[in-house]
């Protein structure tokens, strides 16, 4: 099962690596992530995707604590969360089909940001449902390059 | 008044309570030895082997119960110390590991003798550091004592550049060591401690499984109330020994891989298994699905991260071992009298006597042939089970953990987790320093004692009379025994073909040889070697096929025992 594990760290040299350390060390693979400081300097949130069952990312979430430099960890399965990534798709835009890409883009929210001749490069934000769902249309237009952010969520404010 | 990194770094030590270091010099750490050789409040013991500094600083740590330090140069010095370090981390032993550094500006360069000694041992240190700024060196050093010895133990590294060490700096005052994200949870859950005590008073066949957390928390004397309170039958892992009397009629031994028949016969058939600071590793379940099967769990440990990491747990408490036996005890004197309940087990206590009866722990004699068992028991009873027993790995370490039968914590050290052939002679050497009084021995095999032979001289040096047995059967015994059962006797790469004359060997660096070749001599040469105020190497030659039993066969449950 995909997990998306939180975790704020010591914004320092080499606290990135022992976190990344701790999945390789394991044979776990990491499939996103994303790193940047807080509202508070001197410390960072990572947010990474990983997959495995319960006791593996019981394991991993554990292990995290376990760092020194880890000051809290949160599984976001466990909580109610928002989630974003980011992703820019450089797509095929020739005679026939730039109107057809301008009005994908336009129903998912994206914009352009870049244009050439042969193409565009649009921006798309959203959870990765939506990512996977525009991907899965430009596609048969001609996706050239993708580049994506990683995840990144935030726990839901208590409603009362 | 501003002092030098060098002059400040001692001071640090002073300040923590320090007052002997391992180490080996090298350029990257010359102005640490040229204050070392000023001062003598810090006694610093030249070991010949980096490797060797850090298992005597584990060895000191475990008997003095305090921060063992190791001191070494960059480059080789410090991948040298990685075995060592290893093996504290998986043994969970507070040692500070000090390494030079090359320059800061030249960290990077692939300067002389340079190597990312942090990225190397990140994985096997409980937390390391490289100092990049002269102010934080105090502040980092007071740190990693803080957090090698708090928690559950382990070794820490600081990574000192020359720059670093050879800059004047402020001493800053001595501040309580506050940390944002590191706070262990030492106290158990009330809630919890009382779901663990109703489990083991409606218990009707509880085992104890005692692990190192017991030896590392000092709980030995709470397990050993709650133990006898309820007549609770104990075993113990490799590293628990000690942490339980082991002539106690209550102890069982040790279980696993290498456990008695009844240890491993009453874990298999138990309903209730109270594990206490141990961590059911592979050596000790066996194969995992068969290993308690019937048992609710209770599982006692400092380290959440080791709880239902191999077996799920039914009851976790996350604390010090001793504060939650502590914890329990109490509960349990408010709610029963002992008294009454202490005879619930007593079926339960007859069941595993004639377990223990049908296959004590036991070897065949062979006529005036030495048998190594036979010299562990012998040591046991002319130390009358008082002296600290250390190992090297394989055979003779199991032959020791089964046949001396340890009463105290602390007097048993061996390299559990990870294995180390060549940890026992320096640990030994590491115990001496930390208890001049005490009889030492290394219990070592004709194998292992190779590995880290060249600290003869560092005995010699510092007066260490450590007694070193060797097992001599002419073989690396243990993975003979596993090629003998499981590779048709295939004895590839484990006769020794060559070894030294261990007797002119001890000799050669200063020290006194003895030999035994029969069974007879045997306790001669021990009599010998204990009232010899000198390194002594006992040579026994001992029966060159004998094996470890009873013996689990790796994967296989722990009730498919090979016995005698």
Redesign the interface.
């Known amino acids: 099962m995909r997990h998306v594990i939180s975790v704020l760290l010591q914004n320092k040299p080499g606290v990135l690596s022992r976190v990344t350390g701790l999945f390789s060390g394991r044979g776990f693979n990491i499939e996103s992530l994303s790193v940047a400081q807080t509202i508070d300097p001197e410390v960072s949130c990572l947010t990474l995707t990983t997959k495995g069952d319960d006791m593996i990312v019981e394991q991993i979430t554990k292990q995290l604590h376990k760092l020194i430099d880890v000051i809290k960890v949160t599984d976001m399965n466990e909580t109610e969360s928002v989630e974003r990534e980011m992703a820019i798709i450089r797509v095929k835009a020739e005679a026939g089909t730039r109107a057809e890409v301008l009005r994908i883009i336009d129903i998912f929210r994206g914009k352009v940001v870049d244009v050439s001749p042969k193409s565009y490069a649009v921006e798309v934000t959203g959870p990765a449902s939506k990512l996977k769902a525009v991907i899965d249309i430009l596609r048969p237009i001609g996706i050239q390059e993708i580049v994506r952010t990683g995840v990144i969520s935030m726990s839901r404010a208590k409603k009362s | 008044m501003k002092i030098s990194g060098a002059q400040a770094f001692i001071k640090c030590l002073q300040e923590q309570g320090v007052d002997t270091i391992f180490g080996f010099p090298g350029g990257a750490v010359i102005e640490i030895y040229d204050e070392l050789n000023k001062t003598d409040v810090i006694k610093h013991v030249l070991v010949r082997h980096e490797q060797a500094a850090v298992h005597a600083a584990d060895g000191y740590a475990r008997v003095k119960g305090e921060v063992g330090v190791a001191l070494v140069t960059s480059g080789p010095g410090a991948t040298n110390t990685v075995t060592g370090i290893a093996s504290a981390y998986c043994d969970s032993i507070p040692i500070v590991v000090f390494t030079g550094q090359v320059p800061t500006q030249l960290i990077g360069n692939d300067a002389f003798q340079e190597v990312d000694i942090?990225?190397i041992t990140?994985?096997c240190t409980?937390?390391n550091y490289?100092v990049k700024k002269p102010e934080d060196l105090v502040p980092t050093i007071r740190e990693a004592f803080h957090?090698a010895r708090t928690g559950r133990p382990g070794p820490v590294l600081i990574d000192l550049p020359k720059d670093v060490v050879g800059a004047m700096i402020n001493f800053p005052e001595m501040k309580q060591v506050k940390?944002?994200?590191?706070r262990p949870t030492y106290e158990p859950h009330p809630g919890q401690v009382e779901k663990a005590c109703k489990a083991i008073l409606k218990a009707k066949r509880p085992v104890i499984y005692a692990g190192g957390g017991v030896v590392l928390s000092d709980a030995n004397e709470e397990l050993t109330a709650l133990a006898r309170k309820l007549n609770i039958p104990v075993t113990m892992t490799l590293m628990g020994l000690g942490g339980f009397p082991g002539t106690d009629s209550l102890s069982m031994g040790m279980l696993g891989m290498h456990g008695t028949y009844y240890a491993n016969m009453a874990v298999a058939k138990s309903d209730l298994l109270i594990s206490v600071g141990a961590r059911f590793d592979d050596r000790v379940t066996g194969r995992i699905d068969a290993f308690a099967p019937d048992a609710k769990i209770i599982h006692i440990d400092i380290?959440?991260?080791s709880?239902?990491?191999n077996v799920k747990v039914d009851i976790p408490i996350v604390a010090d071992c001793r504060h939650a036996l502590a914890a329990m005890n109490t509960w349990i004197d408010r709610k029963i009298d002992p008294a009454d309940h202490g005879g619930k087990t007593a079926a339960w206590l007859e069941k595993i006597a004639a377990w223990r009866n049908k296959h004590p722990l036991a070897y065949k004699e062979d006529g005036d042939v030495i048998k190594p068992q036979f010299v562990v028991e012998k040591l046991h009873e002319l130390t009358g089970g008082e002296a600290i027993i250390s190992t090297e790995v394989g055979q003779n370490q199991m032959w020791a953990a089964q046949f001396y039968h340890f009463n105290h914590p602390g007097s048993f050290l061996t390299s559990g987790g990870l294995g180390v052939m060549g940890y026992g002679f320096p640990a030994a050497i590491g115990a001496q320093m930390a208890a001049p009084d005490r009889t030492v021995i290394d219990v070592a095999g004709d194998g292992s004692i190779q590995m880290n032979i060249q600290e003869l001289a560092t005995a010699r040096q510092y007066g260490c009379p450590v007694k070193i047995a060797i097992l001599n059967n002419g073989y690396l015994g243990m993975v003979r025994q596993w090629q003998e059962l499981f590779f048709d006797k295939n004895y590839s790469a484990t006769p020794l073909d060559v070894s030294p004359d261990f007797v002119a060997l001890a000799q050669a660096y200063g020290g006194v040889g003895l030999r035994a070749k029969t069974k007879s001599e045997v306790e001669p040469v021990i009599r010998e070697a204990l009232k010899t105020d000198n390194v002594v190497i006992m040579d026994f030659v001992v029966s060159r096929e004998e094996g470890v039993y009873p013996m689990v066969p790796a994967g296989k449950a722990t009730t498919e025992m090979l016995l005698v």
């Open positions: 942090v990225g990140r994985p409980k937390h490289l957090i940390m944002r994200t590191y380290d959440p991260s709880i239902s990491k």
